[in-house]
């Protein structure tokens, strides 16, 4: 059975990738280039390229207590190598952390409107993914600063203005305020510059590598083995002891 693939080539001694030669592109793009060009097939212009930085920049950290720092550091904590803690942190994003992006995109980029996406999710019991945050009540700064560089670049577009539509159909049908938090702007913006909704997770996962490798490198370098919860950290809940 033969491989088929769009996305690399040998030939001539020479690396292509999607169609271009990797040393020549080594010269003049960055890695965020090199990011849009596998994941979207063609290079992006400047403001492409502006824009998915100001995602990739605000996703790399939210500090140690979240669990793709808290769980690599665990990980790392009982003796294992950088590659295997960095697994455990992308295996713990998941639909509650980061992965929140993949299924909003997927509701940006339904056809259906927005009172008909917030009845329907409300009718099943569902929770809106994107919306509202543990620490941001209020409003997430990530997502103003996404918003705000997306009007300045020109990608304030129709998936953007459906998400900010989502927001006040949630505010009405709930008496709530769930302001959209950085995974409902990233999802609204990269559906404006044509990503796939499948590819939200991986979208979070690269912005978020560095800070998971920087937390793995301080827990080796500067914690001593291992991680486990103080008696005090546990609440026991079971049968009367007897």
Partial sequence: MKWQT??????????YVRGKDIVKLASKSSFSDLVFLMLRGS????????????MLVL??????????????????????????????GILAVGDWHGGAIESAAKLCQTKKNTKDLVQEMLREGKHMPGYGHKIYKDKDPRSEMIFK???????????????????RELKHATKKHLPINI????????????????????IFALG?????????YEEMVHE?????LDDDD?????????
């Fill in 224 to 228: 001593k083995p291992y991680r486990r």
């Fill in 43 to 54: 290079l992006p212009s400047k403001k492409e390229r502006a824009m998915l930085d100001v």
């Fill in 234 to 242: 546990v609440q026991y809940i079971g049968p009367t002891i007897r």
């Fill in 208 to 216: 978020r590598f560095p800070g998971m490798i920087a937390h793995i």
């Fill in 6 to 15: 769009r996305i690399s080539v040998h030939k001539n001694g020479k690396l």
């Fill in 59 to 88: 996703s790399v950290e939210h500090g140690v207590n979240v669990p793709s720092a808290f769980v690599p550091r665990t990980v790392s904590s009982t003796g294992n190598s950088v590659n295997a803690s960095l697994a455990a």
């Fill in 183 to 202: 995974d409902g702007a990233i999802a609204a913006v990269v559906s404006g510059l044509g990503f796939d909704w499948r590819l939200g997770k991986a």
């Fill in 149 to 167: 560089k997306a009007k300045q670049l020109g990608f304030s577009g129709a998936y953007v203005t459906k998400a900010k539509d989502v927001e």
